[in-house]
């Protein structure tokens, strides 16, 4: 019981990980404020991450590159700190936030959250 009751506990506590360098190429599903999100990318090798109730934290250090993926097509807000280069995408089925440090940026931890709305895609020239 107590071994459960610790697990339970665990869960409720903001999650922070720690490591040399985190690999996220299979991707990483996190839940910040109700909403599903994928950690991944080709190249998403990352310092840390902590997930928080309403948003979360990614250390960056340079050449590193993060890419969040949302099915719930949610963009995220992302504090842009240093050299940061930030893309977002909006398609029929999920929105994708690109966050990349270049190779001569300095380490970077930029909290990124979760717009409260889904995304609106262009309705460019075609119909459907």
């Known amino acids: 019981m107590k071994i459960y ?12 990980v720690l490591a040399a360098e985190l690999s ?25 991450i902590t997930v928080n109730t309403s948003d979360f934290t ?15 097509r949610r963009l995220l807000t992302v504090d842009q700190l240093g050299s940061l280069q930030i893309t977002s995408t909006c398609t029929s089925s999920n929105a994708v936030t690109t966050i990349s440090n270049p190779s001569d940026g300095v380490q970077v931890t930029p909290t990124i959250s979760p717009k409260s709305t889904a995304c609106v895609m262009d309705s460019g ?3 459907g």
Do not use: C, K, R
């Open 5 to 16: 009751l610790t697990i339970f506990l665990s869960l409720l506590l903001p999650v922070s």
């Open 24 to 48: 996220l190429l299979a991707g990483v599903l996190i839940n910040v404020g109700g909403i599903n999100l994928s950690v991944s990318g080709t190249t998403a090798n990352i310092d840390s």
């Open 58 to 72: 990614v250390t960056l250090s340079g050449g590193q590159t993060v890419e969040i993926t949302s099915s719930d």
């Open 125 to 127: 020239g075609g119909g």
